[in-house]
């Protein structure tokens, strides 16, 4: 299991929205001309009760790509690497996701093979005030604005936080926005985007099960990204 790291509280009410999550699982011999299109639902990746509408679906020997549901949902499977995104249109729409459920059924369906690495990615944007030059205002000191004749014009940020139990999570921060979809509107989100990466090595010697439980992580793995950001900003 997953140490869950302490943070100091934030004294601010910081709004985060979630853009996008993925889960990417590295390996080798894996098949993508097996996994097009309704397959996926054939050999129960997809559960037919999610009612899922495949919109688009492209494939080779070498790569395969499944969308459903206008994009929503992305499938997306290479000889060494799975992708599966979710991108996250709705406010409350993470607590439903299926990524962890597509991955592990991956998992199940080829126990055989040998894998390397798990990634669970997010994209969120943290909503701030006068989000241009936020990042420069806030973590660069005044006195090192300026180098020589040159003024520092943009500011990107990237850390990094070892978590334990060979858990790695990588942040990359840029100001910019982002776009949410409701039923009912469309609506821009500006601030520091933060794109960030639980990176989980996988032992030669680790069998399905232990990869299952590091799936079972993401909605800790969002709550920690959660806390960390709130700490900071």
């Known amino acids: 299991m997953v140490n869950k790291i302490k943070v100091a509280e934030s004294k601010k009410n910081v709004q985060i929205m979630h853009a996008n999550a993925s889960v990417v699982l590295v390996g080798v011999g894996?098949?993508?001309?097996?996994?097009v299109g309704g397959d996926l639902i054939d050999k129960g990746i997809i559960h037919p009760d999610?009612?899922?509408?495949?919109?688009?679906?492209?494939?080779?020997?070498?790569?395969?790509?499944?969308e459903f549901?206008?994009?929503?949902?992305?499938?997306?499977?290479?000889?060494s690497k799975l992708t599966v995104i979710h991108n996250l249109f709705e406010k409350d729409e993470f607590s439903?996701?299926?990524?962890?459920d597509i991955a592990k059924s991956f998992l199940q369906l080829n126990k055989h093979l040998k894998f390397s690495s798990l990634g669970i990615n997010f994209t969120a944007v943290v909503e701030v005030d006068e989000p241009s030059g936020y990042l420069k205002r806030n973590f660069l000191a005044e006195d090192k604005r300026v180098a020589g004749n040159y003024s520092v014009a943009q500011m990107n940020m990237n850390l990094a936080f070892v978590l334990g139990n060979q858990t790695v999570l990588t942040t990359s921060f840029v100001e910019g926005e982002v776009e949410s979809r409701t039923?009912?509107?469309?609506?821009?989100?500006?601030?520091?985007?933060?794109?960030?990466?639980?990176?989980?090595?996988?032992?030669?010697?680790?069998?399905?099960?232990?990869?299952?439980d590091q799936l079972s992580q993401i909605e800790n793995d969002r709550k920690v990204l959660e806390e960390i950001l709130k700490s900071i900003f």
């Open 183 to 212: 039923p009912n509107e469309n609506k821009q989100h500006q601030g520091v985007i933060c794109v960030a990466n639980f990176h989980r090595e996988i032992n030669a010697e680790s069998n399905t099960s232990v990869i299952v």
């Open 96 to 100: 439903k996701s299926k990524l962890g």
């Open 50 to 66: 999610w009612n899922w509408k495949v919109t688009k679906s492209t494939s080779n020997q070498s790569a395969s790509t499944v």
């Open 69 to 79: 549901n206008e994009g929503r949902i992305i499938f997306a499977l290479e000889k």
């Open 30 to 35: 894996f098949s993508p001309a097996s996994y």
